[in-house]
């Protein structure tokens, strides 16, 4: 059980374009799901939280206007980039969680996304 | 603010035993996580701490010390598949993780 899929797992764009992710929980309903970017050899950096029917809250410094993030049913998370530039280059990760609370928190595989 | 500290990368030998430490500094502590990554790969769950003591899953350990900022996460009998990125993590209000920087383990035959 819990199983968090993403979609698709890599994408390559053309700088100004948009994307979009989607993070899918198969096997649950997810009140509460997190988004994250990892850039090579460093960490995961939280982007935005999101609840289900609700906007997202996003972490110092993440462009919301940039990063849209939909959060429409309980199963569904959407993360879209938007006027992509090669600086946002990067893995993409969601995390759902049922309840919110963090010790159950299941991670989605990524989503690899390159700007040419 | 929150600061999370951890060795950068280590190196051990096939069928030893290393310890991966992790200071913190933190508000609204609500446990500690142990991640391993491995290259391209989304993060896997390897243990959780809230309370003080060590937590013992098979060859891996976990360590918390709240009052001290510490925790360690022990792995036994090493094996070459054990070569990863292991993050630590602590909790924050409404559920957040909050992730160091992770450390590259490279396990050598």
């Known amino acids: 059980g819990a199983v968090v899929s993403q979609h698709p797992s890599w994408v390559i764009c053309k700088s100004g374009t948009s994307v979009k992710i989607e993070c899918r929980s198969l096997?649950?309903?997810?009140?509460?799901m997190f988004w994250y970017r990892q850039f090579p050899k460093q960490s995961l950096m939280l982007m935005a939280t999101?609840?289900?029917?609700?906007?997202?809250?996003?972490e110092q410094g993440v462009e919301k206007d940039k990063f849209l993030i939909n959060h429409a049913s309980l199963t569904l998370s959407t993360l879209t980039v938007t006027s992509a530039h090669p600086e946002d280059s990067s893995f993409y990760i969601c995390?759902?969680?049922?309840?919110?609370?963090?010790?159950?928190?299941?991670f989605g595989p990524g989503t690899r996304l390159t700007v040419t | 603010g929150q600061n999370i500290d951890q060795p950068t990368e280590m190196t051990a030998t096939e069928g030893a035993i290393v310890q991966i430490n992790c200071t913190y500094q933190?508000?609204?502590?609500?446990?500690l996580f142990w991640y391993q990554q491995h290259a391209g790969e989304a993060p896997t769950f390897l243990s959780y701490?809230?309370?003080?003591g060590l937590e013992e899953k098979g060859r891996f350990s976990s360590f918390l010390s709240r009052s001290k900022g510490y925790s360690y996460l022990l792995l036994k009998e090493l094996q070459m598949k054990d070569s990863a990125s292991y993050l630590c993590?602590?909790?924050?209000?409404?559920?957040?993780?909050?992730f160091g920087q992770g450390t590259e383990l490279s396990v050598k035959p």
């Open positions: 999101s609840n289900e029917g609700s906007k997202a809250t996003y």
């Open positions: 096997d649950f309903q997810a009140t509460t």
């Open positions: 993590a602590v909790t924050h209000q409404g559920g957040k993780l909050i």
């Open positions: 701490n809230v309370l003080d």
């Open positions: 933190t508000s609204g502590f609500n446990g």
């Open positions: 995390s759902a969680s049922s309840t919110g609370v963090s010790y159950e928190q299941y």
